[in-house]
């Protein structure tokens, strides 16, 4: 399973940095969008793997069976996977305003601020 | 409220409270100045608390560390939360005399008391996944007053500075989770009591390095940079000034925070390497700052240049050299601050920022001259000012560790700055105007508004020059705390490590 894990995330990482190398802007989003599943498997993934046992603690006991599944990489996946939604969708609008201002979707076009 | 949680519920409260009054300025102005006066004075209070107690600790809904989220506060968090307070303020009272009143009503006083609390959250957060919370909230602040107001260099500006932050939140997500894959834990001060046990050296050197790569995205160091003059120019003068007194500081406490007390920089991988990334970060912000001819673009690069200094004294990691890297934080905070707000009166009067349109200030506006003069010769270095003996503190420390290659780039870079800051004193202040009477018409008091908070942050910046003594000692036992954290984990964990 953590085999198959490592492979999936680096595919991701490698896919998310690829795409946001392009010049076209929906595609660097894309790309940063699989960046960021790729960190969230990472998180799961470092975690580590608990099979088929919760952690619940059962009604007639007073602690949880001695191994349970780790919540709290859960937990920490969940807060970002709101954060992460929240700041694609502003830069989605970002992305689409920039668009409709400067009338190009190729990043290459935007230099007027460079130096 | 508890001390610890009061600068970063207040601003919440009031954004709330400012969202639900929209329509009116007034009010929105009014919670805004009082809220940002209201956070200085409990900044202060929490000051002087850490300092005759020490480290101070919450757990946040009761759950005892390391398991609940932890606030926790040592001197340097503290020192940090009054500077983003004062700052706070001089932004908040400058906002109400610029008169942005379309954005004002998008919005734009919430958003700013939205950044403080952010801003203050990470500096109070005792939990690396905390961390990582606190510094979305303030980036997401952040992207939308920097795209406010939709001009097309905002938008074109903003969209590298939300890509290439959006790419540092995803490196510093991944460095979390891989810490938390090899210690077992996210709490800070818990990791400053396992790190050090733990095997796998390699794989928290890897981890380190991935904070640090993260960090140095947020931190503008060198050669991550790129972001920070491509996109601090385009915004409203208040917000630029906000940014650049505040924005990259947060990513300089955390790499000083992380460096300190998680992954200690002694005879470590990283240290040579920081010490080069340092030197660089100088160098090419200040010779990019060399080559603009835009007042606010000149100032962003000096941002970048200014960093280094604060690098210089982390990677060389002495204690001298750690609390002449706070007392340079001290130091930029306020007069990078002030340096935007002046090129922001310049800006409102004239509606340019080309250095070559400008001219004549000297004759026209001589306060405003030497309101300048004073943060832009602190920045320099200038005895008696506090830029100074910030870097006398940095270059002495330097010494002694026999880092000539890096004391010898520190001096020139402060040559340059010395440069950069006489040939924006001699365009804009000193040569003839070159287009008169092109000055906007602007009520003497709407203009006293703006001057204001520049005067109060010149006095701040005059107080810590002539305050050195006593503001170094505060920075000595800042660097003291972070050396040896043995207070702060007593403080967050009850047990002495």
Known sequence: ?115 | MNLLAAPIVIPLLLATLALLGMRSHRWQQALAVGGAALLVLVSFRLLFRVREEGALALQVGNWPAPFGITLAADLLGAIMVVLSSVTGLAIALYSVGARETARERFGYYPLVLLLLMGVNGAFLTGDVFNLYVCFEVMLMASFVLLALGGEKPQIEGGVKYVALNFFSSALFLAAAGLLYGAVGTLNMADLAVKIPAAEDGGLLTAIGLLFLAAFGIKAAIFPLFFWLPASYHTPPPAVSALFAGLLTKVGVYALIRFFTMLFPLEASFTQPLMMWLAALTMITGVLGAAAQHEFRRVLSFHIVSQIGYMIMGLALFTPLALAGSIFYIMHHIIVKTNLFLVSGVVHYLRGTGELKELGGFYRARPWLAILFLVPAMSLAGLPPLSGFFAKLALVVAGLREAAWALVASALAVSLLTLYSMTKIWGEVFWKADPTPNAEAAMEPARYRMLVWPIVLLAAVTVAIGFSAGPMFALAVDAAGQLANPSAYIRAVLGTAP
């Open chain 1, 1 to 115: 399973m953590e085999l198959l894990m490592a492979i999936v995330i680096g595919f991701l990482y490698a896919a998310g940095v690829f795409l946001m190398q392009r010049r076209n802007m929906v595609k660097f989003l894309v790309g940063l969008a699989l960046l960021s599943h790729g960190a969230n498997l990472l998180i799961f993934t470092a975690g580590g793997f608990t099979r088929g046992s919760p952690p619940i603690i059962p009604e007639d006991a007073d602690v949880a069976p001695i191994l349970h599944a780790d919540p709290l990489p859960q937990a920490l996946i969940l807060t970002a996977i709101v954060i992460s939604f929240a700041v694609l969708a502003f830069a989605l609008i970002l992305f689409l305003r920039a668009y409709q201002t400067t009338g190009t979707d190729d990043l290459h076009d935007l230099r007027s601020t460079d130096t």
